[in-house]
C-alpha cells in the first residue's frame, strides 16, 4: 500500500467519526491525551481564540516565531483541501507518511476512550491529538493552537497556554455559545489560565467585560490592543501593505504584509503582540526589527482575500458572518478599484445570510448563488430568493455546482466590458467550504 492509499483510508476513517459533529466537554480528549503521555505538555503554546482572523493571525504569529529560529507547530481550523492543512511543522502541513504513522499510534488508545465514554471521540477531538503528538514527536520548540469553537469546552482548551490571545469578537455560532456578545466573550475567556499572559485585540464594551473579570479572577496580565499595543500607520502597498506597529517593546517601521485590508493589519498588530509576549519582550526589549519585517512578509492566509486569478482578476474570501464581511467589503472598497465586481456566494444554512448579502450589495454589480459541498450548506434556491430580496431579481444568478457558479460568473464580469479586464473581478466568497471548493477548481 502507497502512502497515499493509506492517508486516504485514515481520512475515510477519520470521516467516519462525523466531520461536523459536535459534543462540547473535555474528559474524552483528556483521557486520550492521558494515555498519550499528555504530549501537549512537552511544548509551550500561543493559544488562540475569537470569533474573526484567528487562522491569520496563527499563521502571521507562526511566521514570526520561524523568523527568530524555532521550530513551530500549528494546529488550525477548517482546512481547504486537506486535513493535513491543520497540522504544520515550520510552515508546511505534515506529510501523508506521518499523518499516518501518528494516527496509526493514536487510533487504538481512541478506541479505548470511545468503548469507556458515552459519545465517541470527534473529528476534531482527534484531529487535535493528533497534533499534539506529532508535535512533540517532532519536537517542535513552541505549538500555536487555534481554538475550534468557543474556547472553555473546545478540544484544544487542555494546553493552559502562557500566552494566550483573543481575535475580534463578534456574533457567530450562536446556537452553541449563546446569542449576546457577552455569552460569547466568557466561553472564549475560558482559554485564559493562571499566570498567563493575555494579548486582546480591540472588542466592544460588552465582549470586553468578561475578558478582563476572568484576568482579574485568575491572576493573568492583560496587554489591549489600542492601550499596549496597536497599528499607528498603514498605507496600501502592491500586494498587501506596510505597518507601522506600536508593539509592547516599541515601534516597528516599514513592515511589510503580503495580506489586504485593516482587519489583516489589526491581526499583524496582534501577533506581533503575542510573539513578543512570548519572546519576553517589552518596556525595555524590543524584538529584532529585521527579524520582524522578515517573518511578516513571508506571512499568508490562504482563503483570505487571496488573488488566485487574473483578468478577470478573481479574488477568494473565506467570511461567514457580518463582522466578516464587514471587513472584506471596506478591504475591497480602499484596495481594489474594480469598475465591476460580480460575486459568486455560498453559506452554511446556519448563517445569518441576509446579513452578509447586505453588506455585499453595495459593492457587487451582480450575484450568482450556489451550494457548497458541506452538508449543512443552504441550498442554491433558498439563498436566491433571499438574494434577491437584497439585490433584486435582475442582479441574481443561480448555478447549482461550483464549476458553473464560477463560469458564470467570469462571464457576467466580462460582459459589455471592452478591451481590457484589469478593473473587472470576481469574488467568491460566504463560507470557508465554499472558498475551498473553489480553490480545488482554480488553483490545479
Not at 450575484?367 to 442582479?395: H, I, K, Q, Y
Request: contains cysteine.
Amino acid at each position: 500500500m502507497t502512502d497515499h492509499q493509506a492517508f486516504t483510508e485514515v481520512e475515510a476513517e477519520l470521516a467516519e467519526r462525523g466531520f461536523t459533529r459536535m459534543v462540547f466537554a473535555l474528559d474524552r480528549i483528556e483521557s486520550l491525551l492521558d494515555l498519550l503521555g499528555s504530549p501537549q505538555r512537552a511544548y509551550p503554546s500561543i493559544h488562540l481564540t475569537g470569533t474573526n482572523g484567528k487562522t491569520s493571525t496563527a499563521r502571521m504569529i507562526d511566521s514570526l516565531l520561524r523568523a527568530f529560529g524555532l521550530h513551530t507547530g500549528r494546529y488550525t481550523s477548517p482546512h481547504l483541501e486537506t486535513v493535513r492543512e491543520r497540522i504544520s511543522l515550520d510552515g508546511e502541513p505534515v506529510s501523508e507518511e506521518r499523518f499516518v504513522a501518528t494516527y496509526r499510534e493514536v487510533a487504538p488508545l481512541a478506541q479505548l476512550v470511545d468503548e469507556r465514554s458515552a459519545e465517541p471521540l470527534t473529528y476534531f477531538d482527534m484531529t487535535t491529538a493528533l497534533a499534539f503528538a506529532t508535535f512533540a514527536d517532532a519536537p517542535v520548540d513552541i505549538a500555536v493552537v487555534e481554538v475550534g469553537l468557543g474556547g472553555a469546552e473546545d478540544s484544544t482548551n487542555v494546553l493552559q497556554a502562557g500566552v494566550a490571545v483573543i481575535t475580534p469578537i463578534g456574533l457567530d455560532h450562536t446556537e452553541w455559545l449563546g446569542d449576546t456578545l457577552e455569552d460569547i466573550a466568557l466561553h472564549k475567556a475560558g482559554i485564559i489560565y493562571p499566570g498567563a499572559t493575555v494579548i486582546s485585540a480591540a472588542q466592544e464594551e460588552e465582549a470586553a467585560r468578561p475578558i478582563l473579570e476572568r484576568c482579574a479572577e485568575v491572576g493573568a496580565t492583560i496587554a489591549r490592543e489600542g492601550s499596549e499595543f496597536g497599528v499607528l500607520r498603514r498605507s496600501v502597498a502592491v500586494g498587501g501593505q506596510v505597518l507601522t506597529l506600536q508593539g509592547l517593546g516599541g515601534v516597528y517601521e516599514e513592515v511589510f504584509v503580503p495580506l489586504h485590508g485593516a482587519h489583516q493589519a489589526q491581526n499583524a498588530a496582534v501577533a506581533l503582540a503575542a510573539v513578543e509576549a512570548f519572546l519576553g519582550a517589552g518596556a525595555r526589549r524590543q524584538l529584532d526589527i529585521e527579524a520582524v519585517r522578515e517573518g511578516f512578509a513571508a506571512a499568508s492566509s490562504p482563503g483570505r482575500l487571496e488573488r488566485v486569478r487574473s483578468a478577470p482578476t478573481i479574488l477568494l474570501d473565506g467570511a461567514h458572518n457580518p463582522h466578516g464581511m464587514a471587513a472584506t467589503v471596506t478591504a475591497l472598497q480602499e484596495e481594489f478599484a474594480f469598475s465591476k465586481l460580480v460575486a459568486v456566494v455560498g453559506v452554511l444554512g446556519d448563517k445569518d445570510a441576509p446579513a452578509l448579502l447586505e453588506l455585499l450589495e453595495p459593492v457587487v454589480d451582480q450575484v450568482v448563488v450556489t451550494t457548497n459541498s458541506s452538508p449543512r450548506a443552504m441550498p442554491a434556491r433558498e439563498l436566491a430568493a433571499l438574494a434577491a430580496e437584497v439585490f433584486g431579481p435582475d442582479r441574481v444568478e443561480v448555478a447549482e455546482e461550483m464549476p458553473d457558479a464560477i463560469e458564470t460568473a467570469v462571464a457576467l464580469a466580462e460582459e459589455d466590458v471592452p478591451g481590457e479586464l484589469s478593473g473587472v473581478g470576481v469574488l467568491i466568497t460566504g463560507s470557508v467550504v465554499t472558498v475551498a471548493d473553489a480553490r480545488r477548481l482554480l488553483k490545479r
